[in-house]
């Protein structure tokens, strides 16, 4: 197979291009940026194009495949030269499809989380030896790549994002998959500059549920009012299964699971890792995996690239780092720490740095959610606002819309570091939360000034 990747350096892209050149397929591609870690890792595999920029002489009829990447745009000239000559254009989900649809299709959708069930059940797939093909959301631990595709795995275990497929595929990327099985961990409004209401945004998961293939199950999350009430309405052929919080303890900062008289210590902990750990199980129950061999597995899990990852720690105070950007995604997390450690102090900071966090329209959707911090934090990298032509607004604004008076503001990462770097962190743990990376701020200096 011949396979050309328009947006190669992507995150999903570049991992899906090393997947299928392992398979053995003849990869090309190009791109107008190449970042790190992409071009390290395409230059490891010998398919790093040779130089940047778009060259429609790569387009010829004897690919098999044009994969198109989501930051192209739909005046690409390959992509035009692809039309013209009409060689097949794959979105990055329609090719995720076609290498799976004579596999059962395991994909785990929700505004929050998927990319913590996607991890924990490929690492107890992979403790208990099973063969599977999976895509997931983060970089973990014993996975060279974020994509694995292989010709004879039964299953393909598929993190299922609602956003868009293609800059010519209007989709959300977890219709397109047609999961045999599919889970839904919760519905919390996103992507605002794309489902402009929230009514909009639930459709899409009513949507997902029922491109769940006949006789398939579905597994959600019945803590989820909003979900709960979605699927109570479904008229579909399928199994409906719910999960809720396990029986647990949490003993001097350590959280285990309580299960059918045994107690599992786990590396992980909060009420929203509890919950995507039931979700996980239910779906190993599916594919054969019991659940007192679920919980032996799981208890040595450490959890996804940036989701409550530790950057250090000290007898008394732990510095954390997290994906958390949307609103629900931040109680979450700040309410998994405070749990966690209620004798410590908890500093938490987030990162607005996506198109719907920095809408004026949705900034009130985070109204309440740092006020189980004891200090809390908002960076706005005022580039951020010139870069996605936003105007910017005042420090006044961004306390009014999360209803906390207490809250600092900073829009330069200078004064935001001058600030970190001053503060005391005996008995308390800061929550460093962002899908960016804090106008460039390095978190191991700022551990090893402050630990």
Known sequence: ???????????????LAIALHKKGFNVTGSDDVLFEPSASRLAKYGILPAEVG?????ITTSLDAVILGMHARIDNPELLKAQDLGVKIYSYPDYIYEQSKDKLR???????????????????LQQAGKKFDYLVGAQLEGFETMVGLTRDAPVMIIEGDEYLASPIDRRPKFHIYKADIGVISGIAWDHINVFPTFDNYIDQFKIFAETIQ???RLIYSQTDEVLNKMVANLNIAIEKIPYDLPEYTID??????????EK?????????NLLNMQAARLVCEALDIGSADFYTYIT?????????????????????????HSPSKLTATIRAVKAQFPDRQLIACIELHTFSSLNKDFLNEYAGTMDQADSAIVFIDKKTFEQKKIDP???EAVKEAFANKKLLFFNDPAGLLKHLENLNINHTNLLMMSSGNFGGINLIELKNILL
């Open 106 to 124: 395991v994909v785990i959708g929700g505004s929050h989380g998927k990319t913590t069930i996607t991890s924990m059940i490929l690492h107890v």
């Open 252 to 261: 001097n900062g350590i959280t285990s699971i309580i299960a059918d008289g």
């Open 54 to 58: 778009w060259f429609p002489e790569k």
């Open 214 to 216: 006949p006789n398939g």
């Open 300 to 324: 040595t899990f450490k959890g996804a690239a940036r989701r409550l990852e530790v950057v250090g720690k000290n007898d008394n105070a732990t510095i954390f780092k997290d994906f958390a």
């Open 1 to 15: 197979m011949n396979v050309h990747f328009i947006a190669i350096g992507g995150s999903a892209m570049h991992n």
């Open 264 to 272: 599992y210590v786990l590396e992980v902990f909060g009420q929203h």
């Open 393 to 395: 607004y005042a420090a």
